[in-house]
Every structure is written in C-alpha cells, then in structure tokens.
C-alpha cells in the first residue's frame, strides 16, 4: 500500500474515533507532503463535474464529496 493511501486510511480511521461532540461531521486531514497526494500541483482539465484544475485539487474535491455524501447517509451523532 502506497504512502498516500496508509495516510488516507489513517486520517479516516482518526476522524472516526476522534469526535466527542453531539454532532460529528467528517473533515478531511491533509498530511501530504508538496506536490504528493492531495497537494499534488501537476495540471489537468475539469471532468465530470469536478472543476478543480489541479491532479491534488481534484483528489480532494473528490473526498469532500464522499465525505459530504456519508454525513448525508449515517447518523453521526456521538
């Protein structure tokens, strides 16, 4: 498994476990390094509804829109 996806997998696992609130919602933790990852700069063109000009950017908008769909789906509350 590649740095970036052990990285992933960890920011999920953390923010699961890490809310003490009566209303959780999931926020997206971004320890890549530059150019890596999320913060990768390399240029590409919107697709599919995803505007974002950059290969990081896109990956992000990506997991906000994940993260955005399963607060929708599971009840969060702590």
Do not use: W
């Not at 052990?6 to 476990?17: A, D, E």
């Not at 926020?27 to 990852?37: C, L, W, Y």
Request: proline content about 3%; some cysteine; charged content about 20%.
């Amino acid at each position: 498994m590649s740095p970036f996806y052990r990285k992933l997998v960890l920011c999920i696992y953390l923010i699961g476990i890490s809310s003490f609130s009566h209303s959780a919602s999931i926020i997206i933790v971004n320890e890549d390094s530059a150019d890596e990852g999320l913060n990768d700069q390399t240029s590409v063109s919107p697709i599919d509804g995803n505007n974002a000009v950059t290969l990081g950017g896109q990956r992000l908008a990506v997991f906000e829109l994940a993260a955005d769909i399963l607060e929708k789906i599971f009840d969060l509350n702590v």
